[in-house]
T-cell receptor, first 112, second 116 residues
Framework: EDQVTQSPEALRLQEGESSSLNCSYTVSGLRGLFWYRQDPGKGPEFLFTLYSAGEEKEKERLKATLTKKESFLHITAPKPEDSATYLCAVQAVVQGAQKLVFGQGTRLTINP | GAGVSQSPSNKVTEKGKDVELRCDPISGHTALYWYRQSLGQGLEFLIYFQGNSAPDKSGLPSDRFSAERTGGSVSTLTIQRTQQEDSAVYLC??????????????FGPGTRLTVL
């Protein structure tokens, strides 16, 4: 069964304190791994897609990396506006249908 | 261009009533997904439409849930005889499904359903 596990569930950092969020997955036939950001009361906002082990993507203070079993979302010198829930999802083909399997998310709080 | 829109943004209903939730996908997107997000939980897949193919209903939790997509565009998710456990945020997403970045799903703001 395809599974995605994110850790930690919640993370509190001081402004400027760098850290990493983890997304481990088991899926047959990975077609892509997606990172989304979700603010309270809003839908998930697309951040990155990674396709193959060793791939890295960057956007402002965020960098996503991918290995064969997990992905990391590194956040460097975060600011309070980076506070959000970060969702990881893997794209899999299930009985011919392309689906996203989501993790539970990591709730990130950056204190000023 | 406009993103995915959903209506209503909030819906409060009484147990046993039927509700309809609407999703307008991004123009030109052929695939449309419905998800449910319960408080503090991840996104749970409900149903998937792709072009003119039969929808994948494998995620619908019970036969009280149904969805249709008219004209390959707007979709409606219907929940009959609502129960308190149906309370959640219902999210819609659309994508082109053209491979690579074209598979990125773009989400609407969601409909928060509260069943009293």
């Amino acid at each position: 069964e395809d599974q995605v596990t994110q850790s930690p569930e919640a993370l509190r950092l001081q402004e400027g304190e760098s850290s990493s969020l983890n997304c481990s997955y088991t899926v047959s036939g990975l077609r892509g791994l997606f990172w989304y950001r979700q603010d309270p009361g809003k839908g998930p906002e697309f951040l990155f897609t990674l396709y193959s082990a060793g791939e890295e993507k960057e956007k402002e203070r965020l960098k996503a990396t991918l290995t064969k079993k997990e992905s990391f979302l590194h956040i460097t010198a975060p600011k309070p506006e980076d506070s959000a829930t970060y969702l990881c999802a893997v794209q899999a083909v299930v009985q011919g249908a392309q689906k996203l399997v989501f993790g539970q998310g990591t709730r990130l709080t950056i204190n000023p | 261009g406009a993103g995915v829109s959903q209506s209503p943004s909030n819906k409060v209903t009484e147990k046993g009533k039927d509700v309809e939730l609407r999703c307008d996908p991004i123009s030109g997107h052929t695939a449309l997904y419905w998800y449910r997000q319960s408080l503090g939980q991840g996104l749970e897949f409900l149903i998937y439409f792709q072009g003119n193919s039969a929808p994948d209903k494998s995620g619908l939790p019970s036969d009280r849930f149904s969805a249709e997509r008219t004209g390959g565009s707007v979709s409606t998710l219907t929940i009959q005889r609502t129960q308190q456990e149906d309370s959640a945020v219902y999210l819609c997403a659309s994508t082109i499904l053209g491979g690579g970045l074209l598979d990125t799903q773009y989400f609407g703001p969601g409909t928060r359903l509260t069943v009293l």
